[in-house]
């Protein structure tokens, strides 16, 4: 198994002063929380703890709440996104044509863990559930770009496109 690589966070003050502002408008209301969550998110394209802590400070309430919402909810990401986000598809079709395969072949190759960023922020990798494309089984995308039919061996020639 690869040894995970930690990935220091890189907010921008321009960021901070985006989610101050977000924080500011909802501050007080009920049920403040998730639409600050989202909101973060879309500025940060994650939720480290870094924008957690300024939440829960900035809203008055627990840390432990924030993380709490934070990890229940699938929408929210405590992970960074690459530059291209890989998702393989472990759904039916396309587990029992061989997507696992795929998914070790990509884990390989990028050093990655499902969940995980490369160092570089170029890739990060999802195991996803069906994404409606069973005909083309064992399929796995790389942004808005899908690959259906294809093999581990396919997996090298099509990441090589992104690598450069």
């Known amino acids: ?6 990935i220091p966070f890189k907010g921008t003050a321009q960021q901070e002063e985006q989610l101050k502002s977000v924080i500011a408008q909802h501050k007080g209301q009920e049920g403040a929380l998730i639409p600050v969550l989202h909101q973060a998110q879309e500025i940060y394209g994650y939720l480290p703890i870094e924008v957690q802590t300024m939440i829960a400070d900035g809203l008055e309430v ?3 709440e924030v993380y709490g919402v934070v990890t229940f909810y699938t929408q929210f990401s405590l992970n960074p996104k690459g530059e291209y986000k890989i998702g393989v598809c472990l759904g039916t079709a396309c587990y029992v044509k061989g997507s696992g395969d795929i998914l070790e072949k990509i884990k390989e190759i990028l050093n990655l863990e499902v ?3 490369t160092p570089d922020g170029k890739f990060s990798l999802e195991a996803t559930r069906c994404i409606g494309a069973c005909g083309l089984a064992p399929v796995f995308t790389i942004n808005e770009d899908v690959y259906g039919r294809i093999t581990a061996d396919d997996v090298p020639g099509i990441l090589a496109k992104y690598q450069g």
């Open 1 to 6: 198994m690869a040894k995970e690589a930690v």
């Open 62 to 64: 627990p840390l432990a």
């Open 115 to 117: 969940d995980g960023c």
